[in-house]
């Protein structure tokens, strides 16, 4: 199986800007009033430039503010307004961006992007279009944010180039005063009305979390991460082996993931025990590489130990090193066996003592055929089986004597595209369930946790101090260890 080559790397960091929604928006409002205007351009660019600039304080407030979830319902009413005050739309302008952005979501993307990349059916269109309309995170697959922002710009610059080439007097001072309603009409929103953040832990864990036992509890952990998969839709699923893990082990039933709930932040923090706003991973597209922060990989190198996290090319974003990467163009139906073969060459030649392997299957299905469908289901029941492979090879090995077995997904996914990021319905509680010779059986967690716990909970595991900056609780709760040392006190 190909490691990811440093093009896929770039490759991968690229299409981000494509997939995030704050970059997304500005790019794709340039390049269609760039295409429709085309022809203009033989007189000079000069108007063009400085219509520009008149709409850039809108591009920077549509940047710096996403409108995720049922906030994407209220973009409308500043474009509303803008109709009343100016009502002559250029409509062929608004009609050709809709279609390129239908075109570059529905066929694109959702078709001949999948089809190259994983393997879908050249038909996926017939599907993708209704997971488009229906998407609720603040992506650029969420046509209900980015069609009233694309439709707001457009018609603003489309205002300010037509008085500029007529040599019309430009409503400046108007336009100053429509920008700053939409600014206060966007404050108030955010302010009063977005309020789905997770609470983060205030104190570090080195702090407040117990003492780390001399040498630790377990010689070796192992950690499956199901990439994006939806917890009320794995209880669904036909998942024997892993439910005999979690009725065996100890299971959270409240575990809540970070915000923004995207891929690269969600194991930044899972792996550091922090927040975004601590180790500087704000979303998939990184803009400096590499947390700022201590990880648990570099704790367990102060006392000789050391892991490795195997995923797909934009973890090494944030973990650097410590990643080994593969390629993420492959068939859907063959990433997680790929993966987990790949799993199977790293143990057996490096030995790690922590190991964390990333499967991708279910997030894929997810993000291009919905969550909602069988596909989605059998993607889950997939990864069951071969888990289940994976740990019987694993015991022959004898790799599972001393070894705590930790099974969770980073985030959920919401209806539409599979979205994740901003705690849709389905996003934000997730899988977690940990089994082991230290692990009590049968343990159900109702309290709240979260999954910046992670990495401290390793650390105590393993005997190696808490990475600096984490601030998760250890889950004391489900160790016997601990359980008995407080029974007998």
Not at 155 to 175: C, D, G, K, M, Q
Request: hydrophobic share 45%; with cysteine.
């Amino acid at each position: 199986m190909k490691s990811a080559s440093k093009f896929e790397k770039f490759a991968a960091r690229s299409w981000n800007l494509l997939n995030e929604g704050k970059p997304f928006t500005p790019i794709f409002t340039v390049g269609t009033m760039v295409f429709f205007h085309l022809g203009d351009f033989a007189a000079g660019i000069s108007d063009f430039l400085l219509a520009a600039l008149i709409v850039l304080p809108l591009f920077v407030l549509y940047f710096v503010f996403d409108f995720p979830l049922f906030l994407r319902n209220y973009l409308w009413i500043p474009f509303v307004v803008f109709i009343i005050v100016w009502p002559e739309l250029n409509i062929n302008l608004l009609l050709f961006a809709a279609g390129l952005y239908f075109f570059f979501t529905v066929f694109f993307w959702g078709t001949f992007y999948y089809h190259l990349r994983i393997g879908t059916s050249w038909l996926n269109f017939s599907r993708f279009w209704k997971l488009v309309l229906k998407n609720s995170d603040s992506t650029s697959g969420n046509a209900q944010e980015q069609l009233p922002k694309i439709f707001l710009l457009l018609s603003v610059w489309e205002l300010s180039y037509t008085a500029i080439a007529r040599e019309t007097t430009v409503p400046l001072f108007h336009i100053a005063l429509f920008y700053g309603f939409v600014l206060v009409y966007t404050f108030i929103l955010h302010r009063y009305l977005f309020d789905w953040k997770p609470k983060a832990y205030d104190r570090y864990t080195k702090d407040d979390g117990p003492e780390v036992p001399e040498n630790g509890l377990s010689d070796k952990v192992i950690v499956i991460v199901i990439d994006g998969m939806r917890k009320e839709r794995f209880y669904e699923a036909n998942t024997p082996f892993l439910d005999q893990i979690k009725e065996n082990g100890t299971e959270y039933l409240n575990m809540e993931t970070v915000y923004p709930a995207r891929t690269v932040v969600c194991f930044s923090s899972m792996f550091t025990g922090t927040y975004p706003f601590e180790h500087g991973i704000k979303s998939n597209m990184v803009y400096k590489l590499g947390v700022h922060t201590e990880t648990i990989f570099d704790s367990l190198r102060k006392v000789g130990k050391r892991g490795r996290l195997l995923g797909i090319a934009h973890l090494v974003d944030a973990m650097g090193s410590d990643v080994e990467t593969v390629t993420a163009v492959m068939h859907k139906d063959k990433a997680d066996t790929n993966m987990l073969a790949r799993a199977r060459k790293i143990i057996d030649e490096q030995d790690p003592d922590l190991f964390v392997v990333q499967m991708i299957g279910t997030d894929q299905v997810g993000h291009s055929r919905g969550v909602l469908y069988d596909d989605y289901i059998e993607k889950i029941e997939e990864a069951d089986a071969l888990i289940k492979e994976f740990v019987q090879w694993l015991e022959a090995e004898g790799k599972m004597e001393n070894t705590t077995l930790i099974v969770c997904a980073d985030h959920g996914q919401a209806d539409g595209i599979g979205g994740h990021g901003h705690l849709d319905e389905g996003e934000r509680f997730v899988p977690f369930f940990m089994h082991g010779p230290h692990i009590l059986e049968g343990q159900k967690v109702q309290e709240k946790h979260s999954l910046v716990s992670l990495a401290p909970t390793l650390a105590y595991l393993m005997g190696a101090p808490y990475p600096a900056n984490s601030r998760g609780k250890v889950l004391i709760d489900a160790i016997k260890a601990r359980k008995e040392e407080t029974q007998v006190e």
